[in-house]
């Protein structure tokens, strides 16, 4: 079993900041990539960031320049910061890790249950 659970979020105002927390439990052999997704009403869901093991990070093109993703491998934690919020920045964010588990050995994608943050003008 390996569980996902995130913390943060919330209501933000425009220009203000974001951060978000995840960390990884369970039967966990190795984690591979990590990061954060969200789905905003009547949209798919989308990446907004993702860091690997190694620490290469990749971003979408509507966070970068003003968000910050990173890990902490002993703790199975990751973590995202935001500046400059806007209010298409509102969604659930979910964080996602890809996680070889120690049954198997095999990966498998995980998510968390979601976080709401809202982002008023």
């Known amino acids: 079993q390996v569980q996902l659970v995130e913390s943060g979020g919330g209501l933000v105002q425009a220009g203000g900041s974001l951060r978000l927390s995840c960390t990884a439990s369970?039967?966990?052999?190795?984690?591979?990539?990590m990061g954060w997704y969200r789905q905003a009403p009547g949209k798919q869901r989308e990446l907004v960031a993702v860091?690997?093991?190694?620490?290469?990070?990749n971003y979408a093109d509507s966070v970068k320049g003003r968000s910050a993703i990173s890990r902490d491998n002993a703790k199975n934690t990751v973590l995202l910061l935001m500046n400059s919020l806007k209010p298409e920045d509102t969604a659930v964010y979910y964080c996602y890790a890809e996680i070889v588990v120690v049954t198997t050995r095999f990966a498998y994608d995980y998510w968390g249950q979601g976080i709401q943050v809202t982002v008023s003008s």
């Open positions: 369970g039967s966990i052999f190795r984690i591979d990539a």
């Open positions: 860091i690997a093991a190694g620490g290469s990070v």
